[in-house]
C-alpha cells in the first residue's frame, strides 16, 4: 500500500507563513515539532487529556495531538515559542517563576497556554474558576496549587492595570 499524498498546507505559524506538504493525517503537534522544529509544546498522552500539547489556533486554544495539521490550512496557531516572543504572556511567565509553578517544565507551555487564554477569556476569575479552568491540563511536579497561586496574581496585577 502507497503513502497517501502530501496536502499543501498554508498556515501562519507565529505569524511566519508556512507554505508546506503535509500527510492527511499528521496531527498539529507533529507538524509543529517534527516539520518546523518548533519543539516547546509536548506530546503527552496522545489522547487529548494532558495539555502538554495545547496550542493556540485562530485565537482558541486546541490539543495538538487531537488537530491535523491539514485543518488548520488557512489558519493562524500561536505556540509557545510565538507567545514568548511577542511578550504576551512575559508577566505569566515571570508568575510561574517567582511562585515556583515549573519544576520539570513538561507541562509548563500548555499550561501557560491555557492560562494565556484565561486571562483574555475570564479577567475577572477567581480562584475556584482558575482551578477549574487549569485541570484541563496535568501537572505531575508541582501540585497545582502554585499554579493556580500564580496565575491568580496575573489576573488580580492585570485588574489593577498592573505588570505581576
Given at each position: 500500500m502507497t503513502a497517501p499524498h502530501a496536502h499543501t498546507v498554508n498556515i501562519t505559524?507565529?505569524?511566519?507563513?508556512?507554505?508546506?506538504?503535509?500527510?492527511?493525517?499528521?496531527?498539529?503537534?507533529?507538524?509543529?515539532?517534527?516539520?518546523?522544529?518548533?519543539?516547546?509544546?509536548?506530546?503527552?498522552?496522545?489522547?487529548?487529556?494532558?495539555?502538554?500539547?495545547?496550542?493556540?489556533?485562530?485565537?482558541?486554544?486546541?490539543r495538538g495531538c487531537l488537530t491535523l495539521a491539514v485543518q488548520t490550512d488557512g489558519g493562524q496557531v500561536d505556540t509557545i515559542e510565538g507567545l514568548s516572543e511577542t511578550g504576551e504572556i512575559k508577566d505569566l511567565q515571570a508568575a510561574f517563576i517567582r511562585h515556583n509553578a515549573l519544576q520539570c517544565g513538561f507541562c509548563t507551555s500548555g499550561m501557560l497556554m491555557a492560562a494565556s487564554e484565561l486571562l483574555t477569556q475570564?479577567?475577572?476569575?477567581?480562584?475556584?474558576?482558575?482551578?477549574?479552568?487549569?485541570?484541563?491540563?496535568?501537572?505531575?511536579?508541582?501540585?497545582?496549587?502554585?499554579?493556580?497561586?500564580?496565575?491568580?496574581?496575573?489576573?488580580?496585577?492585570?485588574?489593577?492595570?498592573?505588570?505581576?
Open positions: 505559524v507565529n505569524g511566519q507563513n508556512q507554505r508546506c506538504g503535509v500527510q492527511p493525517r499528521t496531527h498539529l503537534i507533529d507538524f509543529l515539532r517534527d516539520e518546523l522544529g518548533l519543539k516547546g509544546s509536548h506530546l503527552g498522552c496522545e489522547h487529548g487529556v494532558c495539555g502538554a500539547c495545547t496550542v493556540r489556533v485562530n485565537g482558541q486554544i486546541v475570564q479577567p475577572n476569575a477567581n480562584r475556584e474558576q482558575v482551578r477549574e479552568w487549569m485541570s484541563g491540563n496535568y501537572c505531575r511536579c508541582t501540585g497545582y496549587q502554585a499554579i493556580v497561586d500564580a496565575v491568580c496574581e496575573v489576573l488580580a496585577a492585570r485588574r489593577q492595570g498592573v505588570s505581576a
